[in-house]
């Protein structure tokens, strides 16, 4: 039996009990039906500021973590806040540190919104145009808006709601079966 396909989860949130967390989190519980293996990236406060003349081999160690998690997923999903009308700066950094790699180059990529009802529009922009530079191949299916209150969240940072799940684990399978797609392409 061949290993199951990891699929690597960015948090653009550095705030403790964040609900775009709780989503992955979530994600993470849900992948296994979903037959993918969900992996959380937990780096994002190690990522020193982004400098172009530091864009060179040897990386900085976190940002070499960053691309080698990047490289070994067969698809990345995305939660984050909207801070101020477009990415929050540390996951604007991290996107930031993807740009002069190749590593999300054709990967598949998707992104949840958890945002209250008419919001995170302008984080989700910001996502898209950065995106678009790093070459990855956004699956628009795949990118849902889920809204969360944090009310909903339990103790152990987990949304315990059947239809969170369920739309969660259609997510990781879009991102699956796309991935699939570019490894059939590849071999070609």
């Not at 039996?1 to 653009?12: E, Q, T, Y």
């Not at 070994?72 to 939660?79: F, T």
Request: glycine content about 12%.
């Amino acid at each position: 039996m061949s290993a199951l396909p990891v699929i690597l989860l960015l948090s653009g949130s550095l705030r403790a009990g964040s609900t775009n967390e709780a989503v992955l989190r979530t994600a993470q519980v849900v992948a296994p039906s979903a037959k993918v293996r969900a992996v959380m990236y937990d780096g994002l406060a190690e990522l020193p500021h982004f400098n172009p003349d530091d864009d060179t081999d040897p990386l900085p160690a976190p940002v070499a973590g960053l691309r080698a998690a990047l490289d070994r997923a067969a698809g990345i999903l995305i939660c984050t806040p909207e801070y101020a009308g477009t990415l929050p700066g540390s996951f604007k950094n991290l996107l930031d540190w993807t740009v002069g790699g190749t590593e999300i180059c054709d990967k598949p990529v998707a992104w949840v919104n958890a945002a209250a009802p008419g919001r995170g529009q302008g984080a989700e922009a910001t996502l898209r145009a950065v995106l678009g530079y790093t070459g990855a191949d956004v699956v628009e299916s795949a990118c849902v808006k889920l809204p969360v209150d944090r009310g909903t969240v339990g103790e152990g940072g987990l949304i315990d709601d059947a239809e969170v799940h369920r739309q969660l684990g259609e997510v990781l399978g879009l991102l699956v079966a796309a991935g699939e797609r570019v490894a059939v392409a590849e071999q070609a």
